[in-house]
């Protein structure tokens, strides 16, 4: 089930640039369907305050650069999913029963039905579109043979890597960035401000302060800090100065002065040691079949794609180009 909600979130990541064409100027054509200038300014508007809110600057002629990319990116997947569209129409409509039944897995990943309705609102998709385009998969892949133990198990034994973990070190951690503007990172320091801050917190740790609140409450990392810092890595998965600092740390110690690399000034403090381990077969055999069989279906999805753009006449006036 978890592989089959992975192919649907993969499909959706395509579907949610998808928008309905009306009036203005044309930037793009598919088939003869148009994509308008204020569709396309739409999804650049809603997307880049989707970034900002991530701490990604748009500020300056970096910024500007970002936006002409982001801006080319996000027409070309518009085209690309109104095809999609286009060809899921060919297999005809669905049925009421057809369609919720297509949309279950679906709702069955948001938890409540506010978060599925603005799932929708994000999307710009009816929920009739979602259905078409998950029958056109499921209609592209049926064909698909599922994968047998045997091959699952030569698949594990010739990648027997990719199923051990290295030993890895839990740690917590605070970060303050360095940055004058040009790394676009989502907070500004300039290297003695940003130093002094993580001092400061090591003064406050030097005073009994629990760990864990103050990354919680200071920490710019945004994606540790809502768990408190927390952060498991292997000793290749880090920065070289950050992993060295952890590694030389014994259990309940934190550095003592700011770690600094690439990023900023760090104080890091170690939790834990968890020892390396190799998975066996038998342990990932459900898994690894449900994968490999999933990642055989979007291969199948995505060779019928690459055929219909092939043969589809677009043109793109941002880029230039114009195909068949």
Request: hydrophobic share 35%; net charge negative; aromatic share 8%.
């Amino acid at each position: 089930m978890k592989s089959k909600i992975k192919f649907l979130i993969v499909a959706l990541a395509v579907l949610a640039l998808t928008v309905t064409g009306c009036g203005g100027n044309v930037v793009a054509t598919v088939n003869n369907e148009k994509i308008t200038k204020e569709e396309l300014a739409k999804w650049v508007s809603e997307t880049k305050d989707s970034y900002e809110k991530q701490g990604i600057d748009f500020s300056g002629d970096n910024g500007k650069d970002m936006l002409d990319m982001l801006q080319v990116e996000l027409l070309e997947h518009i085209i690309d999913t109104r095809l999609m569209l286009q060809e899921a129409r060919k297999f005809g409509d669905l049925t009421p029963e057809q369609l919720q039944e297509k949309l279950k897995p679906i709702r069955e990943m948001f938890p409540a039905d506010e978060d599925y309705n603005e799932f929708l609102n994000q999307a710009m998709l009816s929920e009739e579109e979602i259905g078409l385009i998950l029958n056109l998969q499921e209609q592209v892949a049926k064909d698909v043979p599922p994968v047998t133990e045997e091959e699952a198990k030569k698949f594990f034994d010739q990648n027997i890597d990719m199923f051990s973990k290295p030993e890895q070190l839990e740690v917590r951690h605070i970060l303050f960035f360095v940055d004058d503007g040009s790394k676009g990172y989502p907070a500004q320091h300039t290297d003695d401000e940003a130093k002094g801050m993580a001092e400061e917190v090591i003064a406050l740790l030097n005073q009994g302060r629990n760990f864990a609140e103050i990354a919680a409450e200071q920490s710019e990392d945004s994606g540790t800090s809502v768990v408190g810092g927390l952060y498991t890595f292997s000793e290749a998965d880090a920065v070289e100065e950050f992993s060295d600092a952890a590694f030389a740390l014994k259990d309940g110690e934190y550095t003592r002065q700011p770690v600094k690399t690439n990023y900023g000034y760090h104080v890091i403090k170690r939790e834990n040691l968890i020892p390396a381990s190799q998975e066996t077969f038998e342990e990932v055999k459900q898994e690894l079949t449900d994968q490999m069989y999933e990642q055989a279906k979007q291969a199948k999805f995505s060779q019928y794609m690459d055929d219909a753009r092939s043969k589809a006449i677009i043109v793109n006036k941002l880029t230039g180009n114009e195909g068949e």
